[in-house]
């Protein structure tokens, strides 16, 4: 069946976002009397019949609305956008599939192009939600400069954290444990990732003077969208 | 450093292939004297010094080759080319970084589209290899029909295998376990991964007859690359 998103999810007549009417209508060409699934992103989702397919105006009634109230907790992903930003919308939605939490894009000493693509990383989290049938979208932060991450994104306060790095040592920090040992037994966490040259050492000693673990991905040299999605996938798996 | 791929590494001086000269030579405009690292993707690598880096002509001087004689023995994907190549290729990428042993590309009755681009795919996985610094490319093998897969493949014979659906109940197929769960403890495995559209019940109860055993890899509806992605992530992750 397919699904729509639509904010306000509510029993009765809705009627879709445009961009939702035009792919019912022109692309799927669905008619009216078909059921649909509409889900808001928030923990809701509904079931509904289509009742009118125009061009531009479609309308559903929607008969039963279902709502999860709790957010389930995950792993918030800290991660620097890669040079090229297919990679990353990659990672977005694989991250999505494979439940994260939140997405915290942040800019590192160095990261080599600094463009922040908001709306359109929005977008690959929605088709990715829709996709995979989740309830809740990921919360997308604006993008911000990791020496105030912290400042930023209060929903890091209190939840365990690591730092993934790929240096053999650091100065003043532990050497690095394996993120799959550390995360595990822990319902929530985050886990920053840098950019393809990876985090300098100041970065790293920094984040782990916020508390953050130092961690390794394994042997072999991740790109840092692989990094992203496999941290995500492991996290999601070993609770 | 930068590395190149090479087949027959030995102690000496080293002829470039054509394509990675170009490489060397005009993309990245490496100079005479400068220190390279070649890999021949099964289980050696070298470390040499460019002596001769002309248009086409590329030549280095190998000074110590490290063999690694054993091949790791790890997780064999079978898995169903998406319809859209370059999400198959993302996965070889991926799968190749975090470590997959063979990749089988099989057709299945749901596939959509059955094009095999055997040589650009594995031009991947060596892309892959020599990103990651491992000694290993990942076995392509040919594509072959889901139902030729024992008789094609002898390395799957002795090793467990597994068949991931999304069906809640298959005829005379024991209840789905989780992928998790189920590679607990084995050091080599296989799994088949399905297409858009998932297996048929009739391809899982054959693959089950065969010994496979039935897992699901979590809540969420993956795709095929993002399941053969996650899979690998979390058998490398588990050992």
């Known amino acids: 069946m397919h699904t729509c998103f639509h904010l306000d999810l509510a029993?009765?007549?809705q009627p879709l976002s445009d961009d939702e009417a035009v792919h019912v209508a022109?692309?799927?060409?669905?008619?009216?009397?078909q059921s649909i699934r509409l889900v808001n992103g928030h923990g809701a989702e509904a079931m509904g019949r289509l009742v009118e397919v125009g061009k531009r105006n479609v309308f559903v009634e929607v008969e039963v609305v279902r709502r999860e109230d709790q957010r389930p907790s995950g792993l918030i992903l800290v991660v620097a956008p890669?040079?090229?930003t297919d990679r990353f919308e990659w990672l977005l939605e694989k991250a999505t599939e494979l439940g994260v939490e939140e997405v915290v894009p942040v800019w590192t000493q160095r990261c080599e192009r600094k463009t922040e693509k908001h709306d359109?990383?929005?977008?690959?989290?929605?088709?990715?939600?829709?996709?995979?049938?989740?309830?809740?979208?990921?919360t997308l932060h604006p993008a911000c400069e990791l020496n105030e991450l912290h400042a930023r994104i209060p929903s890091l306060k209190g939840r365990p954290g690591a730092v993934a790095h790929c240096m053999d040592q650091v100065?003043?920090?532990?050497?690095?444990?394996?993120?799959?040992?550390?995360m595990k037994g822990k319902p929530s966490a985050w886990l920053a990732i840098g950019p393809e040259g990876?985090?300098?050492?100041e970065e790293v000693q920094g984040l782990v003077q916020t508390?953050?673990?130092a961690v390794h991905l394994g042997e072999l040299r991740l790109?840092?969208?692989?990094?992203?999605?496999?941290?995500?996938?492991?996290f999601g798996s070993l609770l």
Do not use: N, Y
């Open 11 to 13: 029993v009765g007549l």
């Open 82 to 84: 890669t040079k090229h």
């Open 198 to 201: 990876d985090f300098s050492a």
């Open 120 to 138: 359109r990383w929005d977008k690959v989290l929605v088709a990715a939600t829709k996709q995979c049938q989740r309830l809740w979208k990921p």
């Open 26 to 33: 022109r692309v799927l060409r669905m008619k009216a009397g």
């Open 171 to 182: 100065e003043g920090v532990p050497t690095r444990v394996a993120w799959t040992s550390w």
């Open 211 to 213: 508390g953050a673990a």
């Open 223 to 234: 790109r840092t969208e692989t990094a992203g999605i496999a941290a995500v996938a492991q």
